[in-house]
């Protein structure tokens, strides 16, 4: 019998939504405080996703200026009516609810259509008479799903807002999702919080906007107090298949150790979807699923892994790389010296929320080896280039070269909280030095080598669980990145980092 793995894209890939158009499957996740906004996946299996982009590309869509750790943009939905595609989120730091458009997903998205409803977690719903709901998480008059009716064209409201359910009675009803499927409209909510009594909660009326009564079996997905190395399973999605057959994508967490912490951050996994005879839908295994999943008749296709280096030789940066906030146009180049990511150190440093000089991808693997060809002659005190290991702006680790009192050096440093040290410094006369991280499931090892044919000398460590949700908090996962900084002060030497490799090895 088929079987997949799960998750099926894994590291910080939050609240996935998906839609297919034909035989291809589109989805898309949460991106917070990173720009471009919205990673959008394709596949044709549901199990192996190529990441093709991402839907907000351009700061005229995505305004991150004011966005603090684990702000911007939360849950989005993708859907696809008639020929197009809309995607729907929140700009929690500015803007509030908006939907895009295209009738190339992987084209240009549409400037936003800004919605007059509060609340997060915005669901688009095109009904068989051309009604659009739009439907979102509010407290107004209790926690619970408020619907208007809305002209698409214009996003204008064409109806008030109504609560139509308050979910079972889990904390944070969110994430709702209203489909029609047979003579029946569900309305799929998440319970819980996003934590580990995450759970799916179900609801069904005759109409769109209810009454809405509850599954007897809710709720119809969790990992609430099970022995199980998925956790904090919620925030789903249903989709089906050609061949007839549903399917729900959600979000979970990979703990490590104990007690429990997680920094992978919340990554999207794949379940089956059966019916019961009352026609109430079951996800997984009476609610519950696994690291390996049974296939059905889904068409599995050859998993394309990316290449494990880039070398920075096309025009613009691979899908996996993201800034931090705005990405601003001082603070980086591809065409500054062929062949090298040129990074110009901003004032701004990792440790605040500004717009530093930053590219990093996602950690996606427990166990992992990341290293990078650094070109880099500090001029003044305070100039640094390096390599991060990053949660956000108060738990972060790097090692980088700087200079400090008028002498260039190799420096090893912890920021966790309010604690902050130089762990260790030397002398380095170089101009050129290889970085690199090695993780497992207990720490991150730093090195450095004077060539890439050297093995890499380690130069200090710090530990996975200190850079996890449970001490840092907030919604997002580690990065691994390359940044610069003048500390204060815009850096006068640039950064070049001619190549950066990702190696898992789990």
């Known amino acids: 019998m088929k079987s997949y793995c799960n998750p099926v894209i894994s590291g910080f890939h939050p609240d996935p939504s998906v839609c297919r158009a034909g035989e291809d499957y589109y989805l898309v996740t949460s991106s917070f405080e990173y720009f471009p906004g919205v990673p959008l996946f394709h596949s044709r299996d549901l199990v192996n996703w190529e990441q093709i982009g991402h839907v907000l590309t351009r700061t005229e869509q995505l305004d991150l200026s004011k966005a603090g750790s684990s702000g911007g943009i939360y849950a989005p939905t993708i859907r696809y009516n008639n020929g197009t595609f809309f995607m729907t989120t929140t700009n929690v730091s500015g803007g509030g609810n908006f939907y895009v458009h295209t009738d190339d997903p992987r084209g240009k998205w549409s400037d936003p259509v800004f919605v007059d409803q ?19 998480s509010h407290d107004a008059k209790g926690q619970g799903a408020y619907q208007s009716r809305i002209d698409i ?28 499927i047979g003579e029946w409209y569900y309305l799929m909510i998440s319970e819980g919080g996003t934590e580990y009594g995450h759970m799916v909660t ?27 190395p998925i956790q904090a399973t919620g925030h789903a999605d249903l989709i089906q298949a050609p061949d007839g057959s549903w399917w729900a994508v959600f979000l979970g967490i ?16 794949l379940a089956p979807v059966t019916w019961t005879e009352d026609a ?21 296709q050859s998993k394309t892994e990316p290449a494990a280096r880039d070398d ?56 992992f080896r990341a290293s990078t060809h650094l070109a880099f002659a500090p001029k003044r005190d305070g100039e640094e280039a390096g390599i991060a290991v990053y ?28 604690l902050w040290k130089v762990e260790s410094e030397m002398p380095w006369s170089a101009d050129t030095i290889v970085l690199s991280v090695y993780a497992d499931k207990a720490n991150y090892v730093f090195g450095f080598a004077r060539n890439e044919e050297e093995e890499p000398t380690p130069f200090g460590q710090g530990e996975c669980r200190m850079l ?31 190549w950066f490799d990702y190696q898992a090895f789990e």
């Open 118 to 136: 509060p609340g997060i977690d915005p669901d688009l719903f095109f009904d068989e008479d051309g009604t659009v709901y739009y439907t979102t």
């Open 153 to 180: 064209a214009t996003g204008e409201r064409l109806s008030d807002i109504s609560l139509i359910w308050k979910g079972t009675g889990g904390q944070y009803p969110e994430a709702p999702h209203l489909y029609r």
């Open 202 to 228: 179900i609801a069904r009326s005759r109409k769109p906007d209810g009454p809405f009564e509850s599954c007897p079996h809710n709720p119809i997905l969790s990992h609430r107090s099970l022995l199980n």
């Open 254 to 269: 990979r703990p490590a150790g104990y007690p429990n912490h997680h920094y992978l951050g919340r990554e999207t996994f």
């Open 280 to 300: 109430w839908p079951v996800i997984g295994e009476n609610g519950m699923i696994g690291a390996v999943m049974p296939a059905g008749n889904l068409p599995l």
């Open 312 to 367: 920075f030789e096309d025009a613009s940066l691979a899908p996996c790389w993201n800034f931090l906030r705005l990405p601003d146009p001082r603070n980086w180049s591809l065409s500054g010296k062929k062949g090298s990511l040129t990074l110009y150190g901003s004032g701004d440093t990792l440790d605040e929320t500004g717009i530093p000089s930053f590219v990093g991808r996602r950690q996606q693997h427990f166990t």
């Open 391 to 418: 949660m956000n702006e108060r738990f972060h680790y790097e090692i980088a070269v700087t200079q400090i009192a008028g002498a260039r050096k190799l420096i090893f440093r912890r920021r966790l909280g309010t």
């Open 468 to 498: 996890a949700t449970e001490v840092a908090g907030g919604f997002t996962g580690v990065f691994i990145a390359m940044y610069a900084t003048g500390n204060g002060a815009r850096s006068s030497a640039p950064a070049y980092f001619d």
